[in-house]
């Protein structure tokens, strides 16, 4: 009975060490909340449809380049793998744009960086004009994702820190 | 006929006393005695020792019981911040994934040589489609060479190389298709 009593004093004291950690992960769990949350973009589709319009605008007139056309595909693109994949939803657009490659290439690395989530996939660019009339002009076919996070998350990060 | 003793019952103690024990039996009855009393006392002492490790495993098991909820909270904590963490990297790499293209069509584009010129870059299995002109197929071996040195790409490979003799087009240049690995 004490050989048993010490196994379970033993096991406590080690199931203790492990608890011990748990203010250090609540912390590193407030950091990472506030880094998603900072990073994760529009609660709905049609708030990201919207903001992702005036991105777009915007970014066209900053980087001097023409906005052509702008195509929503109606097949839900697949979010990275990720256990919670069910909470980043995802639509995809398929851009058109015209402009010089300099400014098409900032543009495709600025784009991300903005309130929008947007995943750049790929971009296949040709020559819209040849060398010798001068400037020579892209048109770009960029196929991006445009994510959100579910709301799920946001309430299991509450559910889970009343733990 | 009914006797009575008026004297009463003799005490306890005179009745004892007034047992004669044999001689012979006294040395053994002693010893009975003895024995009886040890083990009784061993048997008080290992009750003692019983109810104070019943009691001590009663605290053991309560306050493993405790730890047990308290671990329990603390894997739900630890799932939820891994889950977490990857949900974050998975935000930080979309961030990134304009960049991260942008900075391999720079690569790209920058290190094809002077008197060649690009036409299409377009994604596939695996790697990147490049259309291009060149001028012979000497500044077409630039390309490749260029290509080879990249820390974008990798594994530059020509699919197909032919004269461009369109009518448009004032010096002749070669028309080209690579594939480079990511």
Request: with cysteine.
């Amino acid at each position: 009975m004490r050989a048993h009593a010490l196994d379970m004093y033993e096991l406590a004291n080690h199931n203790e060490a492990s608890v011990r950690q748990a203010s250090a992960l609540r912390a590193a769990r407030a950091r990472v909340a506030a880094d998603v949350e900072r990073l994760c973009g529009q609660a709905s589709d049609g708030a990201a449809t919207a903001s992702l319009l005036r991105l777009l605008s915007d970014e066209s007139k900053r980087f001097n380049v023409e906005l052509r056309s702008l195509a929503p595909e109606t097949i839900e693109a697949p979010a990275p793998s990720s256990r919670r994949t069910d909470t980043l939803r995802s639509f995809a657009v398929t851009l058109n744009v015209r402009g010089r490659f300099r400014n098409i290439v900032a543009m495709l690395a600025d784009v991300p960086r903005h309130e929008v989530l947007v995943g750049v996939r790929d971009v296949t660019l040709q020559t819209a004009q040849r060398p010798q009339s001068g400037v020579v002009s892209l048109d770009a076919t960029v196929r991006a994702t445009v994510y959100r996070v579910g709301k799920r998350t946001t309430e299991e990060s509450h559910a889970s820190q009343s733990l | 006929m009914t006797g009575f003793n008026y004297l009463g019952e003799p005490a306890l103690v005179d009745r004892l006393h007034a047992i004669r024990v044999p001689a012979a039996l006294r040395a053994p009855l002693l010893a009975l005695v003895s024995v009886a009393f040890i083990v009784l006392a061993w048997w008080g002492i290992e009750l003692r020792n019983l109810s104070a490790a019943v009691n001590e495993e009663r605290v053991a098991s309560t306050r493993l019981e405790a730890s047990r909820i308290d671990l329990a909270r603390t894997k739900v904590l630890r799932i939820d911040l891994q889950a977490m963490l990857a949900l974050d990297r998975q935000l930080r790499a979309i961030r990134l994934s304009g960049s991260q293209l942008g900075v391999r069509l720079a690569d790209i584009a920058n290190r094809i040589p002077q008197r060649a010129w690009l036409t299409s870059i377009a994604p596939v299995q695996g790697g990147m489609d490049i259309n291009g002109r060149a001028e012979g197929m000497a500044a077409l071996g630039d390309t490749i060479a260029a290509l080879v040195s990249s820390t974008t790409v990798t594994n530059p490979t020509l699919i197909r190389a032919s004269s461009d003799d369109r009518a448009d087009i004032q010096l002749p240049t070669i028309a080209f298709e690579l594939r480079v690995d990511d």
